[in-house]
């Protein structure tokens, strides 16, 4: 079993719709969550991080971490075509450890 | 001009071959990475090096080797290449120590190895 799962997709929305990203992880050690995003044939870039569990707004985007379920959640609301990428999760333990991916999920928002 | 570059973008070798994959930085960060990209396996880590005299083997590290030429340049090799490292490569770089401090990766290397 991976340390960190993700659905891998392709998953389609219309554009407007609200969208959920979900990983979840066995390693209750993390503490730190990010979320990158990488668009076809292109390098990953880091989208938002959260510490430890809570929420975490950025725009139309929301990052969540429910550390007691070993969850973590990226919300997408008023997706755009723009949108459409490979959101891949990734943590860490702590300042110096390396990050642990999930494996990606392919987002497609349709006009 | 990209602050991380990687060549070749694309390449073909061949089973047994021996080659290298080049990254240069410009964001005159310490830390250099490189990772492999599978579909349905995110990224996993191949060497990490905290410095030019500071070199680490990552997840996977068997069959591939690294030179840190200078703070800019970090060099990954397959000796002799076999099918199963058919891949996209990717080099990242970061600044220092934070884990909130973002990874800076490059376009990547798609490599076929037949």
């Known amino acids: 079993q991976k340390e960190v799962e993700q659905d891998p997709g392709p998953l389609s929305v219309p554009e407007g719709a609200i969208v959920s990203l979900n990983c979840t992880y066995s390693?209750?050690?993390?503490?730190?969550f990010m979320w990158y995003r990488q668009y076809s044939r292109k390098g990953p870039e880091l989208l938002m991080y959260t510490y430890s569990s809570g929420n975490k707004e950025d725009g139309r985007f929301t990052a969540q971490v429910d550390k007691s379920s070993k969850y973590i959640s990226l919300f997408i609301r008023d997706s755009q075509p723009s949108d459409s990428a490979t959101y891949l999760c990734a943590m860490t333990q702590n300042a110096g450890n390396m990050l642990t991916f999930g494996g990606g999920t392919r987002l497609m928002v349709k006009p | 001009d990209a602050d991380v570059t990687q060549t070749p973008r694309n390449r073909i070798t061949k089973t047994g071959k021996r080659i290298m994959l080049e990254c240069s930085q410009t964001?005159?960060?310490?830390?250099m990475y490189w990772y492999r990209q599978d579909p349905g396996l995110g990224l996993r880590l191949i060497y990490y090096?905290?410095?030019?005299?500071?070199?680490n083997k990552g997840e996977i590290s068997d069959g591939y080797s690294v030179s840190r030429q200078a703070q800019a340049k970090f060099s990954l090799s397959l000796e002799s290449a076999i099918p199963n490292q058919t891949a996209l490569y990717f080099c990242?770089?970061?600044?220092?120590?934070?884990?909130?401090?973002?990874?800076?990766f490059g376009p990547g290397t798609r490599l076929l190895v037949l």
């Open positions: 390693n209750s050690a993390f503490q730190y």
């Open positions: 090096s905290f410095d030019v005299k500071d070199i």
């Open positions: 990242a770089t970061s600044p220092g120590g934070r884990p909130q401090e973002t990874q800076y």
């Open positions: 964001k005159g960060h310490d830390r």
